[in-house]
């Protein structure tokens, strides 16, 4: 069975594991290119290295990002000179920073040395980006408007979201590999992830809305009883006027979805998104373990069968 998922942030990369790791699936991720931004004189993606770490086994599992046994070494030196260091790059994470941002100056694609460092560490499944066009979320708050990384890192989620952007999405051109990995698939997924950073600037990108219209299409949603596992997603959708819980998800997907995933805690709620016109199934969806990631990802497939 070819699934394709679409995925950012930690939930997202959960969600990529469950598929990887079942027998008789085909997976192909198209990662959130929105969060990446230059560090230092480098490129960093987070979305798409958190995406590759976990599924070559190299994620620091104690805090879902970055990579295990890591040292900051660099990172030191940098602040001992002088630099802002809230962004926490790692001395391995370094290596990949350099070799992404000097094959970009060599002129190969985003697309192209995603896939590479993917094979190169042992990646089985396909990590694909929705463009290869620069494509940044905004945020702004109080004080003006702030990089995601600002916003996210910098000031820790703790100012008002008042309004999203996605400065250059107006001209991102979709990458071929992404558009043929929904036509071809047998089931779309939207991961667990932020559906206002993560997911939105996937679908925003010319034509791959329409693409996933198209498409045998289920969400599972990243709140379980109100609240999300991590990250700021329940406090943006408040406070954009959104629904903060599963059925504000649904609504949030509305014309997108053929069917929607919500934890068994949410059981109340199956009923409005029906109503929708969406299928709905209840399974637990909080993913720990690696048992968990698999139970959820068989139990999607099953109840989209």
């Given at each position: 069975m070819k699934v394709t998922l679409l995925a950012g942030g930690v939930g997202g990369a959960k969600m990529a594991e469950g598929f990887d790791g079942l027998e008789g699936v085909e997976l192909s991720?198209?990662?959130?290119?929105?969060d990446d931004a230059a560090f230092h004189g480098l490129w960093i993606s987070p979305d798409i290295d958190t995406l590759t770490y976990s599924l070559a086994g190299r994620i620091d599992r104690a805090q879902g990002w970055g990579v295990a046994d890591e040292g900051h070494r660099a990172l030191g030196v940098l602040k001992e000179l002088g630099a802002e260091t809230w962004m926490t790059l790692g001395d391995r994470d370094?290596?990949?920073?350099?070799?992404?941002?000097?094959?970009?100056?060599?002129?190969?694609?985003?697309?192209?040395?995603?896939?590479?460092?993917?094979?190169?560490?042992?990646?089985?499944?396909?990590?694909l980006l929705p463009t290869d066009d620069v494509v940044q979320t905004r945020v702004r708050v109080a004080d003006g408007w702030l990089s995601f990384q600002e916003y996210f890192v910098r000031e820790?989620?703790?100012?008002?979201?008042?309004e999203l952007a996605y400065d250059g999405i107006e001209s991102a051109?979709?990458?071929?590999?992404?558009?043929?990995?929904?036509?071809?698939a047998d089931i779309v997924v939207l991961a667990p992830s932020n559906p206002l950073v993560s997911i939105t600037p996937i679908l925003e990108v010319e034509g791959l809305r329409d693409a996933v219209r198209a498409a045998k299409t289920v969400a599972?949603?990243?709140?379980?009883?109100?609240?999300?596992?991590?990250?700021?997603?329940?406090r943006m959708m408040k406070s954009l006027g959104l629904r903060a819980d599963a059925l504000g998800v649904a609504e949030y997907y509305k014309g997108v979805l053929d069917h929607m995933v919500i934890d068994t805690q949410d059981a109340g709620l199956?009923?409005?998104?029906?109503?929708?016109?969406?299928g709905c199934t209840m399974l637990p969806t909080l993913m720990t373990e690696r048992a968990e990631k698999q139970a959820l990802a068989a139990g999607i497939l099953e109840a989209l069968a």
């Open positions: 991720v198209i990662g959130n290119i929105a370094f290596g990949l920073h350099i070799y992404r941002s000097a094959a970009l100056a060599r002129g190969q694609s985003r697309s192209e040395i995603a896939a590479h460092v993917a094979r190169v560490f042992g990646v089985k499944s396909e990590i820790q989620c703790r100012p008002e979201v008042l051109k979709p990458t071929d590999a992404a558009l043929n990995a929904i036509a071809e599972v949603s990243p709140l379980i009883a109100g609240k999300v596992v991590k990250g700021p997603a329940d199956a009923e409005g998104i029906m109503a929708l016109g969406q």
